[in-house]
């Protein structure tokens, strides 16, 4: 058997645990290398299980110590107990005690799932399967126990010890140096969610009052001394915790609440029961070392966390198959949080670029999978773009095509129907067909087919009949597994643009009043009455509907809807599509006319000098050509990444001449005067100020160069500091190279800012780059060990320098191959990510293709690979 036939899970294999463990009773002893964790589990057989089936506990990497059951030590010859598994063949039919004694060691742990520590503090990670490694368990998501936990350790080296629920008791150990605190959480949870930290940490804190009027402690725990940097994360939850209440009527139901920000961490952070546990770059926030989007992140991460307390915890998964019925749910809740905290329409095209950059490229690739997978070998390899971001968007289509007041009837329906239990997408989807009496049969495809529909539509106009008819055709590409396709349920929101600019009326009895138009077969015609003039369609507004299109939109209609139409959204997408246009053309060598290239440049030119006051964030965003990765995937194959770079600079620099006053005149107008504020006005003026800057070095290197080095000489704030010495790592020279050093030494002491330094050199698009991060490798801050020094260094590298990573000569390839080999051992979950990165290589060149071909293959020879890298890399060449 090849490695990667064995062990492959499937969805339709799903079958009830023989057993249940009704509760938990964990006693935990905290020692850095031998850690003594005791479980008392109270089990029953299933009725829904298997009879005569035998127990079977997951393990990993564990060592067994000792083993009761009902009280009575079991002989040898009644169990078996290995590092993976632990197996009692004839366990008792009716309810009973089983006690079981591991011990671990929590510093030697690397791979960050299980116990670990982190900076000396101890800390765990249980989602998807890290509880079998504290010790033995039914660790699947449909066993659901009340945990009561004691957490032991010496009170130096933890004198904070935090677990799940409320705290019960707390004391010392007598005649030792050693003090305890026991937890307890009411609430049946999965083994996945289990949680417990000690270690020394400061904390920020209030009390939150919930709508009901119970009283919530709310804690924030950090490094000690780094507790003035933890404020913006505490109020962004108590935010979060009040919008729950206004727009789902979701209360929080502990008595406590706490975040704790650890350094080590594989993820963004993790919502277990009570006590989140976050990578504290999720966390910390000051002016000086952190940027805006840090801070929107920080938000949006927290409510995510947050949310999850419903959507996740309170409704948790069957099995990991339903993985998007927590995260997709989860990222729409946050993505609404965001956007009602900041600009909608900003916020919107925020949400659309990332999953066009991350999820489309992978729906496209060989690890595209539906957002549902039917299998996997690896469930870490499935936290994915595909079931976070498409997984959001399918929510926000049911949303569209229902209405808002049906959707929070359905999700108020769901949270009833299914609190306390382990739910499908079927059940969610349920939810919906009864409030709605809607059949979503044909709807919930969008859970089993991968790959993005490309959406092909055509518009003619008949001026004697005053109608106008929009013809739609559909396809979506084959996937892996999937080679035939079956139209999708696509909610259309569209409206007319009249050449003048003004609204016209979209009449058909096709289109809800919301101006939605379903459009669910392989084509489709829609005809529109009483149209008085040749119209301009302005289709998918708002993004309604995760797919590409191809439209029959001349680029003089493009900038139509880009001066005038009503919705946000597509005045911005009207832009793109046509630098888009102008970008493809110029890397493929194909012609495009000459005026288009002026007539966008001055269309950027109008907007930003009508509308840059009004909506800095947006204008920023319109100022901002499509990525050169964006670029690569719309051309789909025989990619050159240095033709597409020439091209967008190029762009750049033409866009830029022509707008070039009106952007100094903004630079100069938008400069900061007041003292630093992360709120979103405030940043969006910093955005849009930054992106002139971006554009006038595009225009006249040496300007570009002397404004930049004043502004990271005068930054009062990170933003602006980083904005300043990003523009300048464009620019090689001394200018640069000093600016770099001063950045380096100045954050010698910030390992989090000094990330954002590694990054920004890392994505210099250069020959040099390659040896700058080979050195950088040898910097005191870099840690092969840790995963954002990993992330912000090597995987900064492979996902955001496509012309250094794509290098003809393989070189890009082979480093970051090395890297991928170096970690696995450490790290699997870390070094399986940064494979992904070569998801894109089918669409390269030949050369290019041959070179990634071979690095790809050099890792699926090597023997010993984890089976996170062993998925990815054999998916990969599939
Ligand atoms: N449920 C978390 C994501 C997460 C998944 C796995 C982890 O450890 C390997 C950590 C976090 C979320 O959606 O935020
Ligand atoms: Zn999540």
Same mark, same amino acid.
């Given at each position: 058997?090849?490695?990667?036939?064995?062990?492959?899970?499937?969805?339709?294999?799903?079958?009830?645990?023989d057993f249940?463990?009704?509760?938990?009773?964990?006693?935990?002893?905290?020692?850095?290398?031998?850690?003594?964790?005791?479980?008392?589990?109270?089990?029953?057989?299933?009725?829904?299980?298997?009879?005569?089936?035998?127990?079977?506990?997951?393990?990993?990497?564990?060592?067994?110590?000792?083993?009761?059951?009902?009280?009575?030590?079991?002989?040898?010859?009644?169990?078996?107990?290995?590092?993976?598994?632990?197996?009692?063949?004839?366990?008792?039919?009716?309810?009973?005690?089983?006690?079981?004694?591991?011990?671990?060691?929590?510093?030697a742990?690397?791979?960050?799932?299980?116990?670990?520590?982190?900076?000396?503090n101890?800390?765990?990670?249980?989602?998807?399967? +890290?509880?079998?490694?504290?010790?033995?368990?039914?660790?699947?998501?449909?066993?659901?126990?009340?945990?009561?936990?004691?957490?032991?350790?010496d009170?130096?080296?933890?004198?904070?010890?935090?677990?799940?629920?409320?705290?019960?008791?707390?004391?010392?150990?007598?005649?030792?140096?050693?003090?305890?605190?026991?937890?307890?959480?009411?609430?049946?949870?999965?083994?996945?969610?289990?949680?417990?930290?000690?270690?020394?940490?400061?904390?920020?804190?209030?009390t939150?009052v919930?709508?009901?009027?119970?009283?919530?402690?709310?804690?924030?725990?950090?490094?000690?001394?780094?507790?003035?940097?933890?404020?913006y994360?505490?109020? *962004?939850l108590?935010?979060?915790? /009040?919008?729950?209440?206004?727009?789902?009527?979701?209360?929080?139901?502990?008595?406590?609440?706490?975040i704790?920000?650890?350094?080590?961490?594989?993820?963004?952070?993790?919502?277990?029961k009570?006590?989140?546990?976050?990578?504290?770059?999720?966390?910390?926030?000051?002016?000086?070392?952190?940027?805006?989007?840090?801070?929107?992140?920080i938000?949006?991460?927290?409510?995510?966390?947050?949310?999850?307390n419903?959507?996740?915890?309170?409704?948790?998964?069957?099995?990991?198959?339903?993985l998007?019925?927590?995260?997709?749910?989860?990222?729409?809740?946050?993505?609404?949080f965001?956007?009602?905290?900041?600009?909608?329409?900003?916020?919107?095209?925020?949400?659309?670029?990332?999953?066009?950059?991350?999820q489309?490229p992978?729906?496209?690739?060989?690890?595209?999978h539906?957002?549902?997978?039917?299998?996997?070998?690896?469930?870490?390899?499935?936290?994915?773009?595909?079931?976070?971001?498409?997984?959001?968007?399918?929510?926000?289509?049911?949303?569209?095509?229902?209405?808002?007041e049906?959707?929070?009837?359905?999700?108020?329906?769901y949270?009833?129907?299914?609190?306390?239990?382990?739910?499908?997408?079927?059940?969610?989807l349920?939810?919906?067909?009864?409030v709605?009496?809607?059949?979503?049969g044909?709807?919930?495809?969008?859970?089993?087919?991968?790959?993005?529909?490309?959406?092909?539509?055509?518009?003619?106009?008949?001026?004697?009949?005053?109608?106008?008819?929009?013809?739609?055709?559909?396809?979506?590409?084959?996937?892996?597994?999937?080679?035939?396709?079956?139209?999708?349920?696509?909610?259309?929101?569209?409206g007319?643009?009249?050449?003048?600019?003004?609204?016209?009326?979209?009449?058909?009895?096709?289109v809800?009043?919301?101006g939605?138009?379903?459009?669910?077969?392989?084509?489709?015609?829609?005809?529109?009455?009483?149209?008085?003039?040749?119209?301009?369609?302005?289709l998918?507004?708002?993004?309604?509907?995760?797919?590409?299109?191809?439209?029959?939109?001349?680029?003089?209609?493009?900038?139509?809807?880009?001066?005038?139409?009503?919705?946000?959204?597509n005045?911005?997408?009207?832009?793109?599509?046509?630098?888009m246009?102008?970008?493809?053309?110029?890397a493929?060598?194909?012609?495009?006319?000459?005026?288009?290239?002026?007539?966008l440049?001055?269309?950027?030119?109008?907007?930003?000098?009508?509308?840059?006051?009004?909506?800095?964030?947006?204008?920023?965003?319109?100022?901002?050509?499509?990525?050169?990765?964006?670029?690569?995937?719309?051309?789909?194959?025989?990619?050159?990444?240095?033709?597409?770079?020439?091209?967008?600079?190029?762009?750049?620099?033409?866009v830029?001449?022509?707008?070039?006053?009106?952007?100094?005149?903004?630079?100069?107008?938008?400069?900061e005067?007041?003292?630093?504020?992360?709120d979103?006005?405030? *940043?969006?003026?910093?955005?849009?100020?930054?992106?002139?800057?971006d554009?006038?070095?595009?225009?006249?290197?040496?300007?570009?160069?002397?404004?930049?080095? *004043?502004?990271?000489?005068?930054?009062?704030?990170?933003?602006?500091?980083?904005?300043?010495?990003?523009?300048?790592?464009?620019?090689?020279?001394?200018? /640069?190279?000093?600016?770099?050093?001063?950045?380096?030494?100045?954050?010698?002491?910030?390992?989090?800012?000094?990330?954002?330094?590694?990054?920004?050199?890392?994505?210099?698009?250069?020959?040099?780059?390659?040896?700058?991060?080979?050195?950088?490798?040898?910097?005191?801050?870099?840690?092969?060990?840790?995963?954002?020094?990993?992330?912000?260094?090597?995987?900064?590298?492979?996902?955001?320098n496509?012309?250094?990573?794509?290098?003809?000569?393989?070189?890009?390839?082979?480093?970051?191959?090395?890297?991928?080999? /170096?970690?696995?051992?450490?790290?699997?979950?870390?070094?399986?990510?940064?494979?992904?990165?070569?998801?894109?290589?089918?669409?390269?060149?030949? +050369?290019?293709r041959?070179?990634?071909?071979?690095?790809?293959?050099?890792?699926?020879?090597n023997?010993?690979?984890?089976?996170?890298?062993?998925?990815i890399?054999?998916?990969?060449?599939?």
């Amino acid at each position: 058997m090849r490695p990667e036939e064995s062990h492959i899970v499937r969805l339709k294999d799903y079958r009830p645990s023989d057993f249940l463990i009704d509760r938990v009773e964990l006693d935990v002893r905290l020692d850095p290398r031998a850690t003594r964790v005791t479980a008392t589990l109270s089990l029953r057989p299933n009725p829904k299980g298997r009879p005569d089936a035998p127990l079977v506990l997951d393990g990993d990497e564990l060592v067994l110590k000792g083993l009761s059951l009902d009280g009575r030590a079991l002989p040898a010859g009644e169990f078996e107990a290995g590092p993976q598994a632990l197996t009692i063949s004839q366990p008792p039919r009716q309810p009973f005690t089983l006690t079981v004694e591991t011990e671990i060691d929590p510093t030697a742990n690397t791979k960050l799932m299980g116990l670990y520590r982190s900076g000396g503090n101890y800390c765990t990670q249980c989602e998807a399967d +890290g509880f079998r490694r504290i010790t033995y368990f039914l660790d699947r998501p449909d066993v659901l126990s009340v945990y009561t936990t004691r957490i032991e350790a010496d009170r130096d080296e933890a004198p904070v010890l935090l677990g799940n629920g409320n705290p019960v008791e707390r004391g010392a150990v007598a005649g030792t140096n050693r003090h305890y605190a026991v937890w307890h959480d009411p609430y049946p949870k999965p083994s996945y969610l289990f949680a417990l930290v000690g270690g020394r940490l400061g904390h920020v804190g209030k009390t939150f009052v919930t709508m009901s009027g119970r009283p919530v402690r709310l804690k924030v725990y950090v490094e000690p001394g780094k507790e003035d940097r933890a404020g913006y994360a505490l109020d *962004a939850l108590e935010r979060s915790m /009040r919008w729950d209440e206004k727009v789902f009527g979701r209360e929080y139901d502990l008595d406590e609440f706490n975040i704790v920000a650890v350094s080590d961490f594989n993820m963004g952070a993790m919502e277990n029961k009570g006590l989140n546990i976050f990578n504290d770059k999720y966390v910390l926030a000051s002016p000086e070392t952190a940027t805006d989007a840090d801070y929107a992140n920080i938000e949006a991460i927290i409510a995510h966390e947050y949310f999850h307390n419903w959507s996740g915890n309170r409704v948790t998964c069957r099995d990991w198959f339903q993985l998007c019925l927590k995260e997709g749910l989860t990222v729409f809740r946050d993505q609404e949080f965001s956007s009602d905290e900041r600009s909608r329409p900003v916020h919107r095209i925020a949400e659309v670029k990332t999953l066009r950059a991350r999820q489309f490229p992978e729906d496209a690739s060989p690890l595209a999978h539906p957002v549902r997978p039917q299998q996997y070998r690896e469930i870490n390899n499935f936290y994915t773009a595909t079931v976070y971001e498409k997984g959001a968007e399918i929510v926000r289509m049911l949303k569209t095509l229902i209405g808002d007041e049906d959707f929070r009837r359905g999700m108020d329906l769901y949270f009833e129907r299914c609190d306390g239990t382990a739910a499908t997408v079927e059940d969610f989807l349920d939810a919906f067909a009864t409030v709605t009496g809607r059949d979503l049969g044909h709807f919930a495809r969008w859970y089993a087919q991968a790959g993005t529909p490309r959406v092909t539509v055509g518009g003619t106009y008949d001026a004697a009949a005053q109608t106008y008819r929009l013809d739609f055709a559909q396809s979506t590409p084959p996937t892996p597994g999937q080679p035939q396709k079956e139209p999708m349920a696509i909610p259309v929101r569209l409206g007319l643009v009249a050449r003048d600019g003004t609204a016209l009326p979209a009449r058909s009895e096709r289109v809800s009043p919301q101006g939605v138009f379903l459009f669910d077969k392989a084509q489709d015609s829609l005809v529109f009455t009483g149209v008085t003039s040749p119209p301009v369609p302005s289709l998918f507004r708002d993004f309604s509907a995760p797919v590409r299109t191809s439209l029959d939109l001349t680029d003089e209609d493009l900038l139509v809807l880009l001066r005038h139409d009503t919705d946000a959204f597509n005045r911005w997408q009207a832009g793109q599509t046509v630098a888009m246009r102008l970008l493809v053309a110029l890397a493929t060598g194909a012609a495009a006319p000459d005026g288009n290239f002026d007539a966008l440049a001055q269309a950027l030119r109008d907007f930003v000098i009508r509308d840059a006051e009004r909506d800095p964030a947006f204008a920023a965003l319109v100022l901002t050509l499509p990525g050169e990765s964006d670029v690569a995937q719309e051309i789909g194959a025989d990619v050159d990444p240095d033709a597409i770079h020439r091209a967008r600079r190029e762009l750049r620099r033409i866009v830029a001449t022509v707008c070039r006053d009106a952007l100094a005149d903004i630079y100069d107008r938008f400069a900061e005067t007041g003292p630093y504020s992360p709120d979103a006005a405030s *940043a969006g003026r910093r955005a849009l100020r930054n992106v002139c800057l971006d554009l006038l070095a595009a225009a006249d290197a040496g300007l570009g160069e002397r404004m930049a080095s *004043a502004q990271f000489e005068a930054a009062s704030n990170m933003t602006d500091r980083l904005a300043a010495l990003g523009v300048l790592t464009t620019l090689p020279g001394a200018a /640069r190279e000093d600016a770099l050093a001063a950045f380096g030494e100045r954050y010698a002491g910030e390992p989090l800012v000094l990330d954002k330094w590694f990054t920004l050199q890392a994505s210099i698009q250069e020959d040099g780059t390659l040896q700058r991060i080979r050195s950088l490798m040898e910097h005191p801050a870099f840690s092969i060990g840790n995963p954002n020094r990993v992330r912000s260094l090597v995987g900064s590298f492979a996902m955001l320098n496509p012309t250094q990573f794509n290098r003809p000569d393989g070189q890009g390839y082979d480093f970051v191959a090395d890297v991928v080999l /170096r970690v696995d051992p450490l790290n699997p979950q870390v070094a399986a990510r940064l494979l992904t990165a070569f998801a894109t290589w089918r669409i390269m060149e030949e +050369g290019r293709r041959n070179r990634a071909c071979e690095a790809l293959r050099r890792i699926a020879e090597n023997a010993s690979l984890s089976r996170d890298v062993a998925d990815i890399v054999h998916r990969s060449l599939e």
